[in-house]
């Protein structure tokens, strides 16, 4: 099966349910060098927006951090977010969060995608 959306290849997607606002953990499993996405609901009251919060962690692991997302509504990013490479082409994601009203659990829809291949000089 091959899923193209707006000249990208999605690579992996998926829909994860977590019970108690623990993180999610996405390992993008590859032979050599698998990278790992932590998602997480963060709140800090000082802010009055929300926001999105990436951040490298270590030279493998990407911490998305989810800041002040509102309850009840899925909010997630509209513009594609650009990771690095794998497999020697561009990763990019899409997603999309729904934070249950009573903080008991959230939702994550995500899309990885893959975009034209790079050389060795970029």
């Known amino acids: 099966m091959k899923?193209?959306?707006?000249?990208f290849e999605v690579v992996y997607?998926?829909?994860v349910f977590s019970y108690g606002?623990?993180?999610i953990e996405i390992t993008?499993?590859?032979e050599n060098d698998p990278l790992t996405f932590v998602f997480c609901?963060?709140?800090e009251p000082?802010?009055?927006d929300f926001t999105t919060d990436?951040?490298?962690v270590r030279h493998n692991e990407v911490r998305i951090a989810c800041i002040n997302f509102p309850r009840g509504k899925p909010t997630g990013n509209q513009d594609m977010i650009h990771l690095g490479v794998l497999n020697n082409r561009k990763l990019s994601l899409r997603y999309e969060v729904t934070i249950n009203f009573d903080l008991t659990a959230w939702l994550l829809n995500?899309?990885?995608?893959a975009g034209e291949g790079v050389s060795d000089n970029e």
Not at 110 to 113: A, P, V
Request: charged share 25%.
């Open 3 to 7: 899923i193209t959306s707006g000249g």
């Open 13 to 15: 997607h998926g829909r």
């Open 21 to 23: 606002m623990s993180p």
């Open 28 to 30: 993008l499993s590859e």
């Open 41 to 43: 609901i963060e709140h």
């Open 46 to 48: 000082e802010r009055d």
């Open 54 to 56: 990436i951040r490298l």
């Open 110 to 113: 995500f899309t990885f995608f």
